[in-house]
Each structure stands twice: as C-alpha cells, then as structure tokens.
C-alpha cells in the first residue's frame, strides 16, 4: 500500500469518527446536555468546597494564633498593673488562653486547628488545676491523626496521671509512646519518662534496666547522656 492511499485511509477514519461522533452527539443531545449540566454543578460544588475550607482554615489559624499570643504574653513586674497586652498573674493568663483555645476546638472543630486547640486547652486547664477538663481535653487531642500532635497529649496525659496518683495508667501510656513513637517523643524519650515513673513508686530494678537499654542504644545521643546520669546518680 503507498502513501498516497494510507493517507487517504487515515482521513476517511477520522472522517467517519468525527461523524459517527456528531452523529451520537445529535442523538443523545438531552443526555449530553444533562450529564454536563451535572458535572458542571459539580465542579462549582467542589471549587465552592474548596474555597469555603480555606477560608475556614485561614480563620482558624487566626484565632489559634491569637489564642498562643495570650498563652506565651508577659506578666506584670510584680507590684505593677498589668499594661495592655500583660497579665497579673500566670492563673490569669492560662484562664484567658483557655477561653479563646476551647472558642477555637468548638467552633473549628473539622479542622486540624481544632485538635491543636484540645491540647492547649488540656495544657492551660492543668495550669488552672482543673484536672478533669485538663484529662478530657489531652484525651481528645491524644486521639487525632497527627501522631506528632497526639503523643504530645499522651506524654501530658501520662504526666497528669502521674501528678494525680494513677501511676499504672502513666505507665501504661508511656509503653504506648515506646511502642509508637514519634518525631515529637521518641521511643527513648518515653523509656527515660517510663524510667522515672518506676524510680518514683520504688521500682528501682526495672527504672535501672530501661536507663541501661537507652544507654546502650543511644550512647552518643542526649537520651543516652540522660540515662547514663541517671545510672551513674543511682
């Protein structure tokens, strides 16, 4: 077969293509026109979407951030009225910070915003004694995606079982932490945490043996300087 006919070949395929597919155009043009009207909702649906979360987004970094502005303000010189921007006291400040950070986890509460909020609030409800909300905030920021975020609260969580008595439920949330970790709390970091509880509650042997496991494994690391203080101190 020579050139001339292939070409020609090809032109009458793309001809009767294009004409079978004007053809079914022409015959299902309700069907057609339907199907993109629907797809088109969709689109504007889905860029709506789209813009509506990031303006949600934008506002809750906002208001997040404000709240983190209160918890880390200045206090007062003592003898001295607070000025604008200051706090009297330090029970002052977690109170107002606790207020914006609990406005910010109810009213973002589909955003990541939110879950950071939970913590913060646990954090200042601690600072405040408030030992129950403080638990139910760090246990809901405990449970979010962000493992970075959510061992954050175990470690907190941990520490406030500790602070409160409930030492086997410490225990059982730092062996948590060592058997997830984290970029935010290492397995080491957990062990030296676990290793403290069971100095604490008179469980010396087992304290010994996880300073010696971090040595070993860390032995040029800060965990490892940690733990080799702590043997050497014992």
């Given amino acids: 077969m020579d050139t001339q006919t292939r070409?020609?070949?090809?032109q009458?395929?793309?001809?009767?293509?294009?004409a079978t597919g004007a053809n079914w155009v022409s015959g299902h043009k309700s069907?057609?026109?339907?199907w993109a009207i629907i797809g088109g909702a969709a689109l504007v649906l889905v860029v709506g979407a789209l813009i509506f979360w990031s303006i949600r987004s934008s506002a809750a970094d906002t208001a997040l951030g404000a709240a983190m502005d209160t918890y880390t303000a200045t206090l007062a010189a003592p003898g001295t009225p607070p000025t604008a921007g200051e706090y009297g006291s330090s029970a002052d400040r977690s109170k107002a910070a606790n207020q914006q950070f609990m406005a910010v986890a109810k009213n973002y509460s589909l955003l990541p915003q939110a879950t950071k909020a939970h913590y913060f609030a646990g954090i200042t409800y601690e600072d405040l004694g408030q030992n129950g909300p403080a638990e139910t905030e760090l246990?809901?920021?405990?449970?979010?995606?962000d493992r970075n975020l959510a061992n954050l609260a175990k470690v907190a969580l941990?520490?406030?079982?500790?602070?409160?008595?409930?030492?086997?439920q410490?225990?059982?949330?730092?062996n948590e932490l060592i058997a997830k970790p984290s970029t935010t709390v290492s397995a080491a970091v957990a062990q030296l945490d676990l290793a403290?509880?069971?100095?604490?509650?008179g469980k010396k042997d087992q304290a010994k043996a996880l300073w010696a496991k971090v040595h070993d494994a860390d032995k040029d690391g800060a965990a490892g300087a940690a733990a080799e203080q702590k043997l050497a101190a014992k």
């Fill in 196 to 201: 403290d509880v069971y100095a604490a509650t």
């Fill in 158 to 168: 941990a520490e406030l079982y500790q602070s409160t008595s409930r030492n086997d």
């Fill in 12 to 18: 009458d395929k793309f001809a009767y293509a294009a």
């Fill in 7 to 10: 070409h020609a070949l090809k």
């Fill in 139 to 145: 246990k809901t920021a405990a449970g979010a995606w």
């Fill in 170 to 174: 410490a225990v059982a949330q730092y």
């Fill in 31 to 34: 069907g057609v026109l339907r």
